[in-house]
């Protein structure tokens, strides 16, 4: 095997690592949740505690991390772990942001199925194009508000054959449409705060979950979750308690899994694998939970499919015309760049969940 040939195994193995690994760490995050949130077994109603205990193992993990770089800084780089308080106050508009994020999104999850999760969950996009546009100033082209329609066609007839299956949870529509906002919304504000924090995504990932730590509290005894704690019968169980550390660890694992994979790929590539994950985690709760989907329904998950692809393939073509221009004009090359950043987070942000 010749040099050339060793360097292209080395980096499709890379590939398929990255890839395999965002895969499984993705969709068992999904399910892992499902579970706590609405398993029969358990019969845990404190989403809000889930939620925020996943906070608090991504902040010990911070912490552990931190004193692994620490004291054997060949192995890892990581940022020390200290809160400076006005730090934390700048960031508090992406911390509310983010927990509006990860309640939504996990409210959701209680109230629909994994098959369903999908196609719910699936205005990200569009939201991304409409708040881009409210907070930037930047139009989207026609190509590209077509792939949005095509979504949303999906969207709305996915709801039209749930409601006919007689398994349409409005709640749960309500909250994948909150949670789709959010995940929209949540991009934007990581973009703006990332100049607090040196433009270190994980000294980011620090403050925001110290401070949702906190912000959940109050939300916990407003809505008298303390009290379904308590009450618990398993709270002292240690399978319980596994599996809730288990999803906190899973959280905190798709900041590097997605990071990851965009560096051994690119964040198109990014995009289509998770476009493709989704899909099979489709169908993996459609067979696991034994259910009977409609042909209607299947076009409805195709729709939202072709859309995001579409969209993906769509802004990707316009980055290299962009790019061309760039070099033909150098005077345009610091606007353009300043856009593709824009893209990078906005389209990084429709697969987070």
Not at 163 to 180: C, D, P, Q, R, T
Request: net charge positive; proline share 3%; hydrophobic share 50%.
């Amino acid at each position: 095997m010749t040099g050339k040939e060793d360097s292209l195994a080395k980096k499709t193995s890379a590939i398929i690592f990255a890839v395999s690994l965002y895969w499984i760490v993705s969709i068992s995050m999904v399910f892992v949740n499902k579970y706590l949130l609405s398993s029969s077994n358990l019969q845990f109603d404190a989403p809000l505690f889930i939620t925020w205990f996943q906070c608090v193992v991504t902040v010990g993990l911070c912490w552990l991390l931190a004193q692994i770089a620490k004291y054997q800084p060949g192995l890892i780089k990581f940022p020390a772990f200290s809160i400076d308080p006005k730090i934390a106050r700048e960031i508090m508009p992406l911390s509310f942001v983010f927990v509006g994020m990860i309640t939504f999104n996990n409210l959701c999850l209680k109230h629909v199925s994994i098959s369903f999760y999908m196609v719910v969950r699936s205005l990200t996009t569009v939201f991304n194009v409409v708040l881009t546009f409210i907070f930037f100033g930047e139009k989207t082209s026609h190509k590209a508000l077509g792939c949005c329609g095509i979504i949303i066609t999906g969207f709305l007839l996915g709801i039209d054959q749930e409601k006919g299956l007689g398994s349409l949870s409005l709640a749960g529509v309500f909250f994948g449409v909150s949670a789709s906002l959010f995940v929209a919304l949540n991009a934007i504000y990581t973009k703006k705060s990332l100049n607090f924090v040196e433009n270190n995504i994980w000294k980011l990932t620090m403050y925001n979950n110290v401070n949702a730590c906190i912000i959940f509290i109050p939300f916990i005894l407003l809505f008298g979750e303390h009290n379904e704690i308590f009450s618990f019968p398993l709270l002292f169980d240690s399978f319980f308690w596994f599996t809730m550390v288990i999803g906190g660890v899973l959280g905190f694992s798709m900041g590097y899994v997605t990071s990851l994979q965009i560096q051994a790929t690119s964040p198109l590539t990014h995009n289509v694998s998770g476009t493709a994950k989704a899909y099979a985690q489709t169908l993996l709760g459609v067979f696991y939970f034994n259910e009977i989907k409609t042909f209607l329904w299947w076009a409805s998950n195709v729709f939202v499919l072709l859309g995001a692809a579409l969209y993906s393939h769509v802004r990707n073509q316009e980055m290299k015309a962009k790019h061309r221009e760039s070099l033909e004009n150098p005077q345009k090359d610091a606007g353009i760049k300043n856009i593709e950043n824009e893209d990078q987070i906005r389209d990084s942000s429709q697969l987070k969940n």
